[in-house]
T-cell receptor
Framework: NAGVTQTPKFQVLKTGQSMTLQCAQD?????MSWYRQDPGMGLRLIHY???????DQGEVPNGYNVSRSTTEDFPLRLLSAAPSQTSVYFC?????????????FGPGTRLLVL | DAKTTQPTSMDCAEGRAANLPCNHS???????VYWYRQIHSQGPQYIIH???NNETNEMASLIITEDRKSSTLILPQATLRDTAVYYC??????????????FGTGTRLTVIP
């Protein structure tokens, strides 16, 4: 298993540009989520999904959209990038319903918005 | 979910046990204690979790006080590769399956040669 994969590893955007951060997992996990981590801070939850076709907002959802059309993929869209969205983005997944399960995190995408 | 308090940083000599404390005085009866760690620039890694009994796995031990208001993560023989930020997270079981984690700023553990 590849686990949780994220692409790209690093991205530079100009203010106002749009992009999609990709996240995929091959463990047939029901639960997937996106976090952002700013320097010196812990991770903050952006959006999450408990299964295909189901998404919900986390702590800091503004400026981000998600969809979950398949179990494997959970892309994060920035519609109009802002410098405040400069951060490291982590995707995570776990088996759903029994949410004492371990979460597996991807390697992260480092985003710089100029 | 209950709030946790952890020291900002700690040092530990290589080969010694590292004891990382966490206070969670407002924990509810149905809330679990989780520990994750984040090695520089990588995604967080699960270590261990428990409800009220002490737990041990191949990575660490988790000691939860009888009143459950605090816990200690023990790395029995710290190595340089254990240098990381350690997060203590308290959360309840969610019937919807939303396995959301709320991270604080954690404890930065530095293992010294």
């Amino acid at each position: 298993n590849a686990g949780v994969t994220q692409t790209p590893k690093f991205q530079v955007l100009k203010t106002g540009q749009s992009m999609t951060l990709q996240c995929a997992q091959d463990m047939n996990h029901e639960y997937m989520s996106w976090y952002r981590q700013d320097p010196g801070m812990g991770l903050r939850l952006i959006h999450y999904s408990v299964g295909a076709g189901i998404t919900d907002q986390g702590e800091v959802p503004n400026g981000y959209n998600v969809s979950r059309s398949t179990t494997e993929d959970f892309p994060l869209r920035l519609l109009s990038a802002a410098p405040s969205q400069t951060s490291v983005y982590f995707c995570a997944s776990s088996r759903g319903k029994r949410n004492r399960e371990t979460q597996y995190f991807g390697p992260g995408t480092r985003l710089l918005v100029l | 979910d209950a709030k946790t308090t952890q020291p900002t940083s700690m040092d530990c000599a290589e080969g010694r046990a590292a004891n990382l404390p966490c206070n969670h005085s407002t924990i509810s009866g149905n809330e679990y204690v989780y520990w994750y760690r984040q090695i520089h620039s990588q995604g967080p890694q699960y270590i261990i979790h428990g409800l009220k009994n002490n737990e041990t796995n191949e990575m660490a031990s988790l000691i939860i006080t009888e009143d459950r208001k605090s816990s200690t993560l023990i790395l029995p023989q710290a190595t340089l590769r254990d240098t990381a930020v350690y997060y203590c997270i308290v959360r309840a079981f969610d019937q919807t399956g939303a396995n959301n984690l709320f991270f604080g700023t954690g404890t930065r553990l530095t293992v010294i040669p």
